[in-house]
């Protein structure tokens, strides 16, 4: 079956300008997590949700930065107002209700703010 | 909170060869989780290995096996009989285990390249 995919899978934006990331889950996985990956560094957790609830948000390094999945499945992070140190690859990951330990990843969304 | 640490930023070896990758971490919990993923480069993250704090019994899965110290909190991987596709960064990383999912916590990664 498909596996999780991330649209687009690179984006420019000028600073100040507001960007959306899509991420499409497996089917069927009921949760879906995002993290920023800073170039050379690890992953960093932003938020996560349990179908369309919203139940950590704790990563989320400003009020710039905003996520949603209305149906509890596909999931949509919006950065307002673009800065340059926003400019990472943005990961979505998603599991099923049973195997919580096992997050599937997307290819990413490189994201480049000049 | 936890925190990962991978104190090793590149290592290099010959096809064939036996590379052992270091990983530390510092928590609190007495149950949870510890993973290595890959991320070749270019490519998607995919998981190598997966070990439960609550096993003693160290897990292998072909030629990547680990070595699980939970007193220490270490948690090494060991490829053997290295091969060319095995070239990537490698994340160790830490997840609770709670009911319900949980958010990953990754070191800072070891790039690894094999060599012909």
């Known amino acids: 079956g498909a596996g999780v995919s991330q649209s687009p899978r690179y984006k420019v934006a000028k600073r100040g300008q507001d960007v959306a990331l899509r991420c499409d889950p497996i089917?069927?996985?009921?949760?879906l997590f995002w993290y920023q990956q800073a170039l050379g560094q690890g992953p960093e957790f932003l938020t996560y949700f349990q179908n369309e609830a919203q139940l950590d948000k704790s990563g989320l390094p400003s009020d710039r930065f905003f996520a949603e999945r209305p149906e509890g499945s596909v999931s949509t992070l919006k950065i307002q107002r673009t800065q340059q140190e926003d400019s990472a690859v943005y990961l979505c990951?998603?599991?099923?209700?049973?195997?919580?330990?096992?997050?599937?990843f997307g290819p990413g969304t490189r994201l480049t703010v000049t | 909170a936890q925190t990962v640490t991978q104190s090793q930023p590149e290592m290099s070896v010959q096809e064939a060869e036996t590379v052992t990758l270091s990983c530390t971490y510092d928590?609190?919990?007495?149950?949870?989780?510890l993973f290595w993923y890959k991320q070749p480069p270019s490519r998607q993250m995919i998981l190598v290995i997966r070990q439960e704090a609550y096993k003693q019994q160290n897990a292998t899965e072909n030629r990547f096996s680990v070595n699980f110290q939970k007193a220490a909190k270490s948690f090494s991987l060991k490829i053997s009989d290295s091969q060319l596709g095995d070239t990537a960064m490698y994340f160790c990383?830490?997840?609770?285990?709670?009911?319900?999912?949980?958010?990953?916590?990754f070191g800072q990664g070891t790039r690894l390249t094999i060599n012909p």
């Open positions: 928590t609190s919990e007495s149950n949870y989780y």
């Open positions: 089917s069927g996985h009921v949760s």
């Open positions: 990383a830490f997840m609770k285990h709670f009911q319900g999912a949980q958010k990953l916590v």
């Open positions: 990951a998603s599991s099923l209700e049973t195997r919580t330990y096992e997050q599937y």
